[in-house]
C-alpha cells in the first residue's frame, strides 16, 4: 500500500534545465495536485487535475506543466527551471474532489535551482 | 477570497504539558473542512485532524482537539500531555474549491 510516491526525493538544476517531477498513487483517487511550500508562506497550488485528462491551474502555474493521461500518475513539468522555483514541492491525492476526508500527501521532493 | 492566518510563527511547550495553537481564517462559503496538518523534520504532510463546519462538536483525535468557533472564524489545535514526537510544523488549512487554502505554519518546540 504504497499511496502516493513521489521521485526524485532531492534535485539540483540549473538554470534553463527542464526537468519532470514524478507521482504517482495507486488508491484510484481522482483528484490529484501539485504543491509548492515556501519559508513563510504556507504551501501554494500549482496546478490540479480532477480526472484523466482533466487538469487546470492554481495560484501559481507560470513556468509549469501538467499532464494526466492515466488516473494513477500525474508529473509535473519545469520548462526552463530558474532560481525562483527553489522550493520543496509536494504531490497530494484525494478520494473526494472536494478533498473533505484530507488529502494524501506524497514525501515531497527538495529542487535546488542554481 | 478565502484566507487562513497562523499568527504564531513559533511556540515551545514542557514535555507532558498542554499547548494551542492559533488559526484563524476567512472564507464566505456555509459549508467547508477545517484541517490541521503535521509536518515533522521528515519532510511528510499528516493529517491530524479534520473538522467540518456544519458540526457544532469540536473533533477529537487522541491528545489532539480543536476549538472551533464558526462565529468568530477561530479553528485552534490543542495538543495535550506533549511529547517530543509532537515537535513539527503544524499548518492549518481550509478546503476550498479543488484545493486547499493553508495558513504560513507554526513551528512547535517541545522541551524535555
Known amino acids: 500500500n504504497a499511496g502516493v510516491t513521489q521521485t526524485p526525493k532531492f534535485q539540483v538544476l540549473k538554470t534553463g534545465q527542464s526537468m519532470t517531477l514524478q507521482c504517482a498513487q495507486d488508491m484510484n483517487h481522482e483528484y490529484m495536485s501539485w504543491y509548492r511550500q515556501d519559508p513563510g508562506m504556507g504551501l501554494r497550488l500549482i496546478h490540479y487535475?480532477?480526472?484523466?485528462?482533466?487538469?487546470d491551474q492554481g495560484e501559481v502555474p507560470n513556468g509549469y506543466n501538467v499532464s494526466r493521461s492515466t488516473t494513477e500518475d500525474f508529473p509535473l513539468r519545469l520548462l526552463s527551471a530558474a532560481p525562483s522555483q527553489t522550493s520543496v514541492y509536494f504531490c497530494?491525492?484525494?478520494?473526494?474532489?472536494?478533498?473533505?476526508?484530507?488529502?494524501?500527501f506524497g514525501s515531497g521532493t527538495r529542487l535546488t535551482v542554481v | 477570497a478565502q484566507t487562513v492566518t497562523q499568527s504564531q510563527p513559533e511556540m515551545s511547550v514542557q514535555e507532558a504539558e498542554t499547548v494551542t495553537l492559533s488559526c484563524t481564517y476567512d472564507?464566505?462559503?456555509?459549508?467547508?473542512?477545517l484541517f490541521w496538518y503535521k509536518q515533522p523534520p521528515s519532510r511528510q504532510m499528516i493529517l491530524v485532524i479534520r473538522?467540518?463546519?456544519?458540526?457544532?462538536q469540536n473533533a477529537t483525535e487522541n491528545r489532539f482537539s480543536v476549538n472551533f468557533q464558526k462565529a468568530a472564524k477561530s479553528f485552534s489545535l490543542k495538543i495535550s500531555d506533549s511529547q517530543l514526537g509532537d515537535a513539527a510544523m503544524y499548518f492549518c488549512a481550509l478546503s476550498g474549491t479543488y484545493k486547499y487554502i493553508f495558513g504560513t505554519g507554526t513551528r512547535l518546540k517541545v522541551l524535555a
Open positions: 473538522q467540518e463546519a456544519y458540526k457544532q
Open positions: 487535475s480532477v480526472g484523466a485528462g482533466i487538469t
Open positions: 497530494a491525492s484525494s478520494y473526494s474532489l472536494e478533498g473533505h476526508y484530507g488529502y494524501t
Open positions: 472564507t464566505s462559503e456555509s459549508d467547508y473542512y
